[in-house]
């Protein structure tokens, strides 16, 4: 499932840690424990403790999410836009975000997306444009082609936008891996 990777592309522990804290409150412990298990098995780099710094190589990360969608989620694909939007409200009222942007901020926070980004990969980018008066084109470049950066991360600014108040948080896309591009394209209206 996993498109082109490089070896020396890397996620920060953080990230999964997140995935870990919603199963545990959505699905119970019990559940992360059994897929933890699994998870182990199949890929040795989990057995160690994994910081909030940690550099993860993504290919084994990426594995992981598709094994947790596959066993705890059903392998219901809607999930990675779930991961991210519940991430994006979770970072603004209790996370990393709580306290830097008030309601009717959107734009600012999707011009700050691209710090997020950073914060979390050390490859590719994320870049914001305002198109119009009111829209915001968010993009995704040098990423692998998995549906985690399409759905989780660009869920986790419609969520993040949808707690601030904006009118119309689902932007609209205008390319993505879903649809055979290298690259992912979405907008952001009414902001």
């Known amino acids: 499932m996993i498109g082109y990777a ?8 953080v990230a999964f840690h997140a995935r870990r804290s919603l199963v545990t409150e959505e699905k119970g412990a019990a559940a992360w424990e059994k897929y933890f298990a699994e998870l182990c098995e199949k890929e040795p780099l989990f057995r160690q403790p994994i910081l909030p710094i940690t550099a993860l190589p993504i290919q084994p990360f990426l ?26 409200k979770q970072a603004l009222t209790t996370g990393q975000l709580k306290g830097l942007f008030k309601p009717g901020e959107s734009r600012k926070l999707l011009a700050f997306a691209p710090k997020i980004w950073a914060g979390y990969f050390d490859f590719g980018a994320l870049t914001t444009a305002d198109s119009g008066p009111d829209t915001v084109d968010l993009r995704i470049t040098g990423a692998p082609t998995h549906p985690y950066f399409e759905g989780a991360v660009v ?5 993040a936008i949808e707690l601030l108040g904006a009118p119309k948080p689902l932007p609209d ?19």
């Not at 947790?68 to 991961?83: C, I, R, S």
């Open 63 to 88: 594995r992981a999410l598709d094994l947790l969608v596959a066993t705890v989620y059903g392998g219901d694909p809607k999930t990675w836009w779930h991961f991210g939007v519940t991430a994006g």
């Open 173 to 191: 896309r205008l390319s993505g891996f879903a649809t055979g591009s290298a690259e992912v394209l979405y907008r952001f209206k009414q902001l």
């Open 155 to 159: 869920g986790f600014a419609s969520g």
């Open 6 to 13: 490089h070896p020396f592309m890397n996620v920060k522990g």
